[in-house]
């Protein structure tokens, strides 16, 4: 069974940034692809952003290009989400995930492993 465990939510203001990490206890987590999605209160969730196993796939949501960097260290069986520039709409909780294949993904059929989530406010 494969552990995801997210960190790093949390209350900020507007404009504010948080780094999200993501710990996998899977073995292989240097040759999955991984993921972001959340999932906003009454809205369903939405894909974020995804990363390759080599880190050279990358890829976004349009609302998260210029704001959201993926990036992960094989090394320490973890991936990251830094973001910057927080809107109130940014708030959500926030899943990690793992790829099923090896690239980038965008859709949720396409993940096998989910974690339980981290809750990220921003305040208006």
């Known amino acids: 069974q494969v552990q995801l465990i997210e960190s790093g939510g949390g209350l900020v203001e507007t404009g504010g940034s948080l780094r999200l990490s993501c710990a996998a206890s899977r073995r292989t987590f240097s040759r999955d692809g991984m993921g972001w999605f959340r999932q906003a209160p009454g809205k369903e969730r939405e894909f974020v952003a995804s990363?390759?196993?080599?880190?050279?796939?990358?890829y976004y949501a349009d609302f998260a290009k210029a704001r959201f960097t993926i990036s992960r260290d094989n090394a320490k069986n973890t991936q990251y989400l830094q973001m910057n520039s927080l809107k109130p709409e940014d708030t959500a909780v926030y899943y990690c995930a793992t790829a099923k294949g090896s690239g980038v993904a965008t859709l949720e059929k396409d993940y096998e492993f989910w974690g339980q989530g981290t809750q990220v406010t921003v305040s208006s």
């Open positions: 990363i390759s196993w080599n880190s050279v796939g990358i």
